[in-house]
């Protein structure tokens, strides 16, 4: 057995933690299972407590450029309270479900970008230490998935997701940041918007569609953004037309509809706008029928995980801020 990480700030001679969690991608709003793998150190000691931490690499806007950051989405304590033994190996099984807007991954098989871990935290005799970090993966909910399929089927190329640092004002987000899912249009409307952004909003109850048309500018008129906020029922996934419904909803946000009322805006707490880059990871090339067809540039998922470390490196003092 290889543990990944010797608990420095325990000392020399201390514990060592491996957390292993269950194969496959996790589920917005699903369980996520494994196991935390203890063995002790030179000495006996007290675990008071052993935490996961959902984290993830956001990007967040300056004044002059944007940056990195990394947010701690959920943290969920899974054991503590008992004694570990010198060399003793220990393990602590545990199922926690993950909060509803947690970002999607990927999707049938290919990274779309965003990079989210579980931080494994020890609290030992006063003294807490980040140990092991493993990649998460996590693919879309059904309705997520079918809506995503219908904008292939619609002719619509995927290119790139991100997490944005912020809120979105007038919906029911809860994390602290969102996932934007960047498409560009098929030729019969480029001519009219540069590119379409898609961020999902999960709750139990149901799921908000946001979508933001970057629409070009024309001989007289001036570019401009249109957003619109859509609702979609997770039961009703598998009933419905989601290519009329896409269609319908594309139609509304191109055409710029405001029937809904005002749209609302993409933002931190202070209402500042956010515009969102190129996805830092994999960007999906395309997605013809529901099957991705190709990933250009950054990285493929076995890559993600071996990068999971230098593309946290540094996290250790923000995520302290955020917890």
């Avoid at 996790?26 to 002790?40: C, D, M, Q, T």
Wanted: proline share 6%; net charge negative; glycine share 14%.
């Amino acid at each position: 057995m290889v543990f990944k990480k010797l608990l420095g700030a325990l000392g020399v001679g201390g514990p060592s933690v491996d957390t292993v969690l269950q194969p496959g991608p996790a589920l917005p709003g699903g369980l996520l299972s494994g196991e935390v793998r203890l063995r002790g150190g030179g000495s006996d000691v007290t675990v008071d407590r052993i935490s996961l931490l959902l984290v993830a690499r956001v990007e967040r806007e300056g004044q002059e450029e944007e940056d990195e950051a990394t947010v701690v989405l959920e943290r969920f304590t899974v054991g503590g309270g008992f004694r570990l033994a010198e060399e003793a190996d220990h393990t602590v099984p545990f199922t926690v479900t993950l909060p509803w807007e947690t970002p999607i991954t990927e999707l049938h098989g290919q990274h779309l970008g965003p990079v989210l871990g579980i931080r494994t935290e020890l609290e030992i005799a006063g003294a807490r230490d980040k140990g092991d970090l493993d990649a998460l993966a996590v693919g879309p909910l059904p309705a997520q998935e079918a809506i995503l399929e219908a904008f292939g089927q619609l002719g619509y190329a995927f290119r790139s997701a991100d997490l944005e640092l912020g809120h979105i004002r007038g919906t029911g987000q809860q994390l602290p940041c969102y996932q934007e899912i960047e498409i560009l249009p098929p030729a019969g409307h480029a001519h009219a918007v540069n590119e379409i952004e898609v961020t999902f909003i999960a709750a139990p109850g149901g799921m908000e569609v946001v979508i933001e048309a970057d629409k070009r500018a024309g001989l007289f008129t001036e570019g401009h953004d249109t957003v619109h906020r859509f609702t979609a029922s997770h039961h009703a996934a598998p009933q419905t037309d989601w290519n009329a419904q896409v269609d319908a909803w594309l139609k509304e946000v191109i055409a710029g509809h405001e029937s809904h009322g005002a749209p609302p805006s993409y933002g931190d707490e202070h209402g500042d706008r956010h515009r969102s880059g190129p996805g830092a990871g994999a960007v999906v090339a395309g997605v013809a029928a529901g099957v991705a067809v190709g990933v250009v540039g950054g990285m493929v998922a076995a890559e993600v995980v071996d990068e999971i470390g230098d593309a946290f490196e540094g996290e250790d003092e923000e995520s302290e801020d955020e917890g």
